[in-house]
């Protein structure tokens, strides 16, 4: 059965940095990219951040180009998301996605994905 699990999130202040981790159980993590996503209270789920299954191919938001990194821990199963010099405008809940491609080669396109988690909450302070 597969599963995707979000872990990591928490209060920290601006400037300061955070690491989420994605989870995944039962498929083949070469065969699937992953992507993050967050959502701010009254606004759209957007797209941060993806990872194709070799993990060679990164994607990222403009938002947080140069300031978030995604990696890939295969041996543990898991996709990292390093967040640093946090702004309060990163606030957000972030959820996890597997993508139904090995290259989610349209990153943002929600549809692109068919596994998410529930999500965990990050807040940044000012």
């Known amino acids: 059965q597969v599963q995707v699990v979000e872990s990591g999130g928490g209060l920290v202040q601006a400037g300061g940095s955070l690491r989420l981790t994605c989870t995944t159980f039962g498929y083949n993590t070469e065969n699937h990219g992953v992507g993050w996503f967050r959502q701010a209270p009254g606004k759209e789920r957007e797209f941060v951040s993806a990872i194709d299954g070799s993990g060679f191919v990164r994607y990222y938001a403009g938002p947080v180009r140069g300031r978030f990194a995604i990696s890939r821990d295969r041996a543990k199963m898991t996709v990292l998301l390093q967040m640093n010099s946090l702004k309060p405008e990163d606030t957000a809940i972030y959820y996890c996605?597997?993508?139904?491609?090995?290259?989610?080669?349209?990153?943002?396109?929600?549809?692109?994905?068919?596994?998410w988690g529930r999500g965990t909450q990050v807040t940044v302070s000012s």
């Open positions: 996605a597997r993508s139904a491609m090995t290259d989610p080669k349209t990153p943002g396109d929600k549809t692109a994905y068919d596994y």
